[in-house]
């Protein structure tokens, strides 16, 4: 079992940038590939980002392209989630999830999730 927790969300004006973290526990973090997605109220949850356990390989809603940036740190068992440039349209709550290859994990096959964090981003 691999627990999600999701920190960093909160209220930001359009054009600010938040960093949102995913921590990691359990099980070991080893080998999962990792993402990012997001739930408007009234919406089905959207992909985001994803990230292979390698850091090698990535890949991007194209709402977000240019404008979001993933990483990893497997030492610290964390993935996080750079978002600049932030628009209303942004606003959501944010789920990290693990799954066994970033091809699962971007159809939203995630093995595990983690309780989300809100982004408010204001107009």
């Known amino acids: 079992q691999v627990q999600l927790v999701e920190s960093g969300g909160g209220l930001v004006q359009a054009g600010g940038s938040l960093r949102l973290s995913c921590a990691a526990s359990g099980r070991t973090f080893s080998g999962y590939a990792m993402g990012w997605f997001r739930q408007a109220p009234g919406k089905e949850r959207d992909f985001v980002a994803a990230?292979?356990?390698?850091?090698?390989?990535?890949r991007y809603a194209d709402s977000v392209k240019g404008r979001f940036t993933i990483s990893r740190d497997n030492a610290k068992n964390t993935v996080y989630l750079q978002m600049n440039s932030l628009k209303p349209e942004d606003t959501a709550v944010y789920y990290c999830a693990a799954g066994l290859s970033v091809l699962l994990v971007a159809s939203l096959n995630g093995d595990y999730w983690g309780q989300g964090t809100q982004v408010t981003v204001s107009s």
């Open positions: 990230i292979s356990w390698s850091g090698g390989t990535t």
